[in-house]
């Protein structure tokens, strides 16, 4: 599938009497930028791989590769004004973001993340750290993997 300037590719792999699994690529540029492969379907590895994925598309404010990797009842909480916003809510916010952080001159959007922290509850892996986007704004986020899709996220 083909995402800005980027393509991703994920699916499932198996070897007859050997082993299987899952796997999600990309590319951008004529080069593989995300190669992530899990055999035997390890759910943990599923889920940090989706976790890096979803960093990934907020990397460049990539709001379709975000959205590809939410639940359907994904909600993102933007804490500083209490808002809770749903899937397409969420697409709105984050254009609005990066539209203004790349006003006055400020160099193209680029989110950069800090002091990532994952910790293992259940069957979820719920993710922590600082998010910054260099002169314009930084804050905290924490978000959460199940099942290999993003389930929520709060910043």
């Known amino acids: 599938r083909k995402v800005g300037n980027m393509i991703f590719e994920a699916g499932d792999w198996s070897v007859d009497d050997f082993d299987s699994g899952v796997y999600m690529h990309a590319a951008q540029a004529g080069r593989i930028i995300l190669d992530m492969t899990t055999n ?18 907020l990397t460049t404010g990539d709001s379709e590769t975000i959205i590809r990797m939410a639940t359907d009842s994904f909600n993102f909480t933007w804490v500083p004004e209490s808002m809770v916003m749903n899937r397409d809510e969420y697409v709105q916010f984050l254009g609005k973001f990066k539209e203004e952080a790349e006003k006055e001159g400020r160099p193209k959007f680029s989110m950069r993340f800090d002091k990532l922290i994952q910790r293992k509850v259940g069957d979820t892996i719920i993710e922590a750290g600082d998010w910054i986007v260099d002169g314009y704004d930084r804050g905290v986020y924490m978000h959460a993997a199940q099942g290999g899709r993003i389930i929520w996220d709060m910043a």
């Open 40 to 57: 035997s379907y390890d759910a943990d590895a599923f889920n940090e791989d989706t976790l890096a994925a979803y960093r990934l598309g």
